[in-house]
């Protein structure tokens, strides 16, 4: 069982960064491949972005592209989102997941899911 604990979320200003961190307690991190999906309020989960065992494989969604960056550190059992240039309908909760399986990270249908954390930007 993996469990990922995200924390980085708060409110900024549209324009403005964050940074999301996700914390995973699974001491083999490094064979799982992450991702970050995001649910605004009203709205159904949406993919962000996906990141593969290594490191060296990413994805993202078209609606990032150029803002966010994501990215793992699996000495520290550490994934991240680099979040910049915030506009206020990235206004979400967000969340990591991860699976053996990067397709099926991609897909939200990953068997590890962190309980997510707010991100607010304000106009």
């Known amino acids: 069982q993996v469990q990922l604990v995200e924390s980085g979320g708060g409110l900024v200003q549209a324009g403005g960064s964050l940074r999301l961190s996700c914390v995973a307690s699974?001491?083999?991190?490094?064979?799982?491949?992450m991702g970050w999906f995001r649910r605004a309020p009203g709205k159904e989960r949406d993919f962000v972005a996906a990141i593969n065992w290594t490191g060296g494989t990413t994805y993202y969604a078209d609606f990032v592209k150029g803002r966010f960056t994501i990215s793992r550190d699996n000495a520290k059992n550490t994934l991240y989102l680099q979040m910049n240039s915030l506009k206020p309908e990235d206004t979400a909760v967000f969340y990591c997941?991860?699976?053996?399986?990067?397709?099926?990270?991609?897909?939200?249908?990953?068997?590890?899911w962190g309980q997510g954390t707010q991100v607010t930007v304000s106009s």
């Open positions: 699974e001491r083999t991190f490094s064979n799982y491949a």
């Open positions: 997941a991860a699976d053996g399986r990067d397709v099926a990270v991609r897909r939200g249908s990953a068997n590890y």
